[in-house]
């Protein structure tokens, strides 16, 4: 009756540890929201000195890194996938230098579109939306900034604080 009991429950262990397994390996355990930051830094080997902006919501995370002269930057994009998965799953990172001296449109494929840049043109309103339906997003003209918009948000239109149009840099990519 005992040995019935141990072979029994030790059969369930091994069950529960190869579905673990294979969950492990299908590769639907992506990183939770509040180990991102984290799981960039050590995996792109960010320095932990380095100040982060970041825009989330439940589709992307964009982080921008940058040091303390503001001259440096790093970022990593992290997106959610369809289906049975849970967390966020990287998508793209490394360093960019439209990031560095204007503003970059990472336009993520039926996603969203991420706005990153160490803010040199500095950007205090952008814009967003079709005539009559225009959101305003104010942004400090002194930081660096990470900003997730919906795919469908619209027109994209940055000001500097003289009301001059800062000219937007896209990437599309197929994350």
Known sequence: ???EKISMLSGIVVMILLAFLIVWQADVLGVSAGRLEQDARENQSIDKSWEVVRGINDDICAMLFYDHEKDRCAYSIYVSREGFSFGYFFGKGGTDVYMTENVEAVVLEDKGIALLSLNQDKVCKIVVGDKGAEKTI???P????????PIDCGDITMYDAKENVVTLYDTYTGI
């Open 1 to 3: 009756m005992k040995l």
């Open 142 to 149: 002194g930081e660096p900034f990470a900003l997730v918009l």
């Open 138 to 140: 104010q942004v400090d």
